[in-house]
């Protein structure tokens, strides 16, 4: 099933790359254009401006001067009535990289979907779906990070040859093919796979239909000073 559907969002993604080049550079370069944070209170409505409140975000956790929470007990009755999240992030269920936590957001801000090595599956993509489709979110930011569990995991597999049990086929089969495209690389064979995998998701969000009203971009968290940076 998993590699069906990685051929299936393959041929999709190499159909449509011709077509979608020069609107994809554009709005990367539009996006990495970072302006002014958003005003408190005031949720961004475009993905540009979601991307600068994610990153300005971030830039205040990685300096240890977050805003969030706010006035929590009032917050959350003012949402009881509906939300309106800026951003969708597709992340990693690591600890230590909690999206709401390291882009500095709180209470009904952001769409959080976590699978270990952010790999995709249907119930992911329907969930990304939800939040563009439904609640008209401009942005989807595919967040990796260093020294990742599941690439860690990919890795031994591929050096060792031996089966990989239960559920964790799924995480292996959907990140080996990165792991497979970058050991050649020199350098540090985990983080050349991190970004090739990110970037893969990334690429295959962008290359299905359901998904054209958002940006979709990807990114990489660093454990050690807690800064993100935008993927190419």
Excluded at 166 to 194: M, Q, S
Excluded at 206 to 219: E, T
């Amino acid at each position: 099933m998993a590699s069906n559907r990685r051929a299936f969002l393959t041929a999709t993604a190499t159909v449509t790359a011709t077509v979608t080049a020069t609107a994809t550079a554009t709005a990367v370069g539009v996006l990495a254009a970072v302006s002014a944070p958003a005003a408190a209170g005031t949720a961004p409505d475009t993905a540009a401006a979601a991307l600068d409140e994610l990153l300005a975000g971030n830039r205040r956790y990685a300096a240890g001067r977050p805003r969030r929470p706010r006035d929590i007990a009032r917050h959350r009755r003012r949402l009881a009535a509906g939300q309106h999240p800026f951003a969708v992030v597709l992340g990693c269920i690591d600890s230590r990289v909690v999206p709401e936590l390291v882009f500095d957001q709180g209470l009904g801000d952001l769409l959080c979907i976590r699978t270990a090595g952010q790999v995709l599956d249907e119930a992911v993509l329907g969930s990304i779906q939800y939040g563009v489709a439904e609640l008209r979110v401009p942005l989807v930011l595919v967040l990796g990070h260093e020294r990742c569990g599941a690439v860690a995991a990919t890795l031994d597999h591929l050096r060792s040859g031996t089966p990989v049990p239960g559920h964790l086929e799924l995480l292996v089969a959907e990140i080996a093919p990165a792991a497979r495209r970058t050991r050649a690389l020199p350098g540090d064979w985990a983080e050349h796979t991190v970004r090739a995998h990110t970037a893969w998701v990334r690429d295959a969000i962008r290359a299905d239909s359901a998904f054209a009203a958002a940006s979709v971009v990807a990114a990489r968290f660093d454990l050690d000073s807690g800064l993100v940076s935008l993927l190419p």
